[in-house]
């Protein structure tokens, strides 16, 4: 019987420690921080447009968080494809492909713009030196496009599928093609004699001072703007924070304060509110 004593004392031993760091490693993961992140932009600070959304979340869930930033909204997509983003605020473009590409994320809130800005969130096309979209179709050859980004959407993805409409692609019916990084920066090539041709958000060449000799060419739509998104997974509570995300402008007005002046295009949306799915989807097929 002394003989077995030491296995004995070794048995209980391990039964004792899985008593103790089992529970605490699942502890530990249960507390695994929620990531919240966006993409980032010129001249707008991204981390702190989020943080006060991060922190009411942390609060809401009584749960850790923490921000982080990719360089575009398609990276951010990735990063959600791949498990390291649970709660994400993307573009119109990144929403697409998100849902696009995995039907199991689900469709947080999106800000409630008011009506009137709402129609001025819009994709324009300007020129120098080209008078109409018919001389557009016909000179493009020789034409240098500037769009501000492959995932942008009212400098991007909008307006190329415009073009491709007229039996323009974009990467291959111009002389050239370049990605301008910002919508300002798209229009400031044009007004340089740097591009011939430019895709922008409307508000900013609306709000730019006009130039002598560039001309407004087309004009889209209304666009909506893209809803926040969640990566359901154990310990990532997305219908709640559906609910939290609701009474926001109730219990936390800093939350789309701070979005607000993270995107011009949220206008001045107080409050967030169910997505409609059916006009967003309805955007999903002018996306490659």
Not at 87 to 105: D, K, S
Not at 130 to 143: E, F, K, Q, T, Y
Not at 151 to 156: E, K, N, R, V
Request: aromatic fraction near 6%; charged fraction near 20%; hydrophobic fraction near 45%.
């Amino acid at each position: 019987m002394r003989s077995d004593t030491p296995m004995v004392l070794r048995c209980l031993l391990v039964l004792l420690l899985a008593c103790f760091v089992l529970p605490a490693m699942a502890h530990d993961e249960e507390r695994k921080p929620w990531v919240i992140a966006t993409y980032a932009y010129p001249q707008r600070d991204r981390i702190a447009a989020i943080q006060p959304l991060a922190d009411y979340l942390a609060k809401r869930g009584g749960h850790p968080v923490q921000v982080r930033l990719f360089p575009s909204p398609t990276a951010l997509v990735e990063a959600l494809r791949d498990g390291q983003v649970d709660v994400a605020v993307p573009n119109l473009h990144a929403y697409l492909q998100t849902r696009r590409w995995h039907q199991h994320v689900t469709t947080l809130p999106v800000p409630q713009v008011p009506l009137a800005q709402a129609d001025r969130y819009r994709a324009v096309l300007v020129a120098r030196g080209v008078s109409s979209l018919d001389a557009l179709a016909r000179d493009a050859a020789r034409l240098r496009l500037v769009l501000v980004g492959r995932d942008s959407a009212s400098g991007g993805f909008v307006p190329v599928h415009h073009l491709r409409a007229l039996g323009l692609e974009a990467e291959a019916a111009f002389a050239s093609l370049r990605y301008a990084g910002s919508h300002a920066a798209a229009l400031q090539a044009v007004v340089e004699g740097e591009a011939d041709v430019a895709a922008l958000a409307a508000d900013v060449y609306d709000a730019s001072p006009k130039q002598q000799g560039i001309v407004e060419l087309w004009r889209s739509d209304p666009i909506p703007p893209g809803p926040l998104l969640c990566r359901p997974a154990p310990g990532v509570p997305c219908q709640a924070i559906t609910a939290w995300l609701l009474e926001a402008h109730l219990r936390d007005p800093a939350v789309m304060a701070s979005l607000r002046a993270g995107w011009p295009e949220f206008g001045d949306a107080e409050r967030l509110v169910p997505a409609d799915i059916a006009r967003l989807s309805s955007q999903a097929t002018r996306i490659d």
